[in-house]
């Protein structure tokens, strides 16, 4: 693993999420503007068996886990794919691109970090990443029930975890350090769900999340049928960045059987997006003497990347967490020629 180091003067983090942030005609403006994302679709079209439809998440078309995993994931490389391409031959910056004496990573959440894959150059083949993508969510399908199997706590307070442990209940996403997504069987979680509530903290089951999505429920499905799905892919060594896991929330080394293992646990482990963002983002370091974090006064000059569908929601993580960040903002469709950077950070913009 590789932690944040202080060689290059600049760095930029692409920040991506992953299914969940889905919305009506996702992606329609895109394809009707840009060939080259039209084709993206085209391929995942062919590759997954679903309609174009389902891609571009039509209301009238059936909305399946599968459609909105690949529709989600299909977006977000179009869009990399777009936004470079203009920067080719118009010269829009900030790039998206590493660039010399710089560093660049790639950071999704959940299914968010499998464009960073495709757009490092760990696996620049479409159809063989489409192929995987219809795989892992093959895999997300085999646990499922009639009632919400996650849950979402806003609120910091010191009992969390003793409630989780007596539920049953798991750790599933860690947005920020007071939003956590929580995951269990439908009775853990509306047992979780009435000890947390009647202590005044807002908690909402997710109506339509019917999986424990990254909890250990998912432990044996990803070691015994996704890794060995994983084994036969043909990952390599990144060219363009570097990919944070999910699991660590540290840079992976570009070692393709690092990146196998790391996906195989990012299928049951919790998604660690606040640390994340503060190794990578926020540049924090443990205080020296007291036990909170401060600003690394060495580190990199920082521009985080905001983009896929819901990219605006990481900028509104940045503006709460009250640590000034620049952020370039290409989360919608219609921003993917911006080039206007803004100051985030410190509760508001």
Same mark, same amino acid.
């Given at each position: 693993?590789? *932690?944040? !180091?202080?060689?290059a003067?600049?760095?930029?983090?692409?920040?991506?999420?992953? /299914?969940?942030?889905?919305?009506?005609?996702?992606?329609?403006?895109?394809?009707?503007?840009?060939?080259?994302?039209e084709?993206?679709?085209?391929?995942?079209?062919?590759?997954?068996?679903l309609?174009?439809?389902?891609? $571009?998440?039509?209301p009238?078309?059936?909305?399946?886990?599968?459609?909105?995993?690949?529709?989600?994931? !299909?977006?977000?490389?179009?869009? +990399? =794919?777009?936004?470079?391409? $203009?920067?080719?031959e118009?010269?829009?910056?900030?790039?998206i691109? /590493?660039?010399?004496?710089?560093?660049?990573?790639?950071?999704?959440l959940?299914?968010? #970090?499998?464009?960073?894959?495709?757009? &490092?150059?760990?696996?620049?083949?479409?159809k063989?990443? #489409?192929?995987? +993508?219809? /795989?892992?969510?093959?895999?997300m399908?085999?646990? &499922?029930?009639?009632?919400?199997?996650? #849950?979402?706590?806003?609120?910091?307070?010191?009992e969390?975890? %003793? +409630?989780?442990?007596?539920?049953?209940?798991?750790?599933?996403?860690?947005?920020?350090?007071d939003?956590?997504?929580?995951?269990?069987?439908?009775? /853990?979680? %509306?047992?979780a769900h009435?000890? +947390?509530v009647? #202590?005044?903290?807002?908690?909402?089951?997710?109506?339509? *999340?019917?999986?424990?999505?990254? !909890?250990?429920?998912?432990?044996?499905?990803?070691?015994?049928?996704?890794?060995? *799905?994983?084994?036969?892919?043909?990952?390599?060594?990144?060219?363009?960045?570097?990919?944070? &896991?999910?699991?660590t929330?540290?840079?992976l080394?570009?070692?393709?059987?690092?990146?196998?293992?790391?996906?195989?646990?990012?299928?049951?482990?919790? *998604?660690?997006?606040?640390?994340?963002?503060?190794?990578?983002?926020?540049?924090l370091?443990?205080?020296?003497?007291?036990?909170?974090?401060?600003?690394?006064?060495?580190?990199?000059e920082?521009?985080?990347?905001?983009?896929?569908?819901?990219?605006?929601?990481?900028?509104?993580?940045?503006?709460?967490?009250?640590?000034? =960040?620049?952020?370039?903002?290409? &989360?919608?469709?219609?921003?993917?020629?911006?080039t206007?950077?803004? !100051?985030?950070?410190?509760?508001?913009?």
């Amino acid at each position: 693993m590789v *932690v944040p !180091t202080l060689a290059a003067k600049k760095r930029k983090i692409v920040m991506i999420p992953g /299914q969940g942030f889905q919305y009506k005609n996702m992606g329609k403006r895109m394809c009707n503007k840009y060939p080259v994302a039209e084709k993206h679709y085209e391929i995942a079209k062919n590759t997954t068996g679903l309609s174009m439809d389902q891609l $571009l998440m039509n209301p009238k078309a059936k909305w399946t886990l599968l459609s909105i995993l690949a529709g989600c994931v !299909t977006f977000s490389c179009a869009q +990399i =794919v777009v936004r470079k391409e $203009l920067e080719t031959e118009k010269g829009i910056e900030p790039r998206i691109t /590493q660039d010399e004496d710089e560093e660049l990573y790639w950071a999704g959440l959940s299914a968010g #970090m499998y464009p960073g894959i495709y757009a &490092s150059g760990a696996l620049s083949n479409f159809k063989k990443f #489409m192929e995987l +993508i219809a /795989q892992r969510a093959e895999c997300m399908s085999k646990i &499922s029930y009639d009632k919400p199997c996650m #849950m979402k706590i806003v609120g910091r307070f010191a009992e969390l975890e %003793e +409630i989780l442990l007596k539920s049953g209940v798991e750790k599933a996403l860690e947005h920020a350090h007071d939003i956590v997504m929580v995951g269990g069987e439908p009775e /853990q979680i %509306e047992t979780a769900h009435k000890i +947390i509530v009647d #202590m005044g903290v807002n908690a909402k089951p997710i109506k339509g *999340v019917v999986s424990p999505f990254h !909890t250990r429920a998912y432990k044996w499905i990803a070691q015994r049928i996704f890794s060995p *799905v994983l084994r036969r892919t043909q990952f390599k060594i990144p060219k363009d960045g570097r990919i944070i &896991s999910n699991v660590t929330a540290e840079a992976l080394s570009g070692d393709p059987e690092e990146l196998r293992i790391d996906l195989t646990d990012q299928l049951w482990h919790p *998604v660690r997006w606040a640390l994340m963002m503060e190794r990578w983002a926020y540049n924090l370091m443990p205080h020296p003497y007291a036990g909170a974090k401060i600003k690394n006064p060495n580190a990199p000059e920082t521009l985080a990347i905001a983009m896929g569908p819901g990219g605006s929601y990481f900028i509104k993580l940045i503006a709460n967490a009250g640590h000034y =960040v620049n952020v370039l903002d290409l &989360s919608d469709e219609r921003k993917i020629e911006n080039t206007t950077v803004q !100051t985030v950070g410190a509760f508001g913009f």
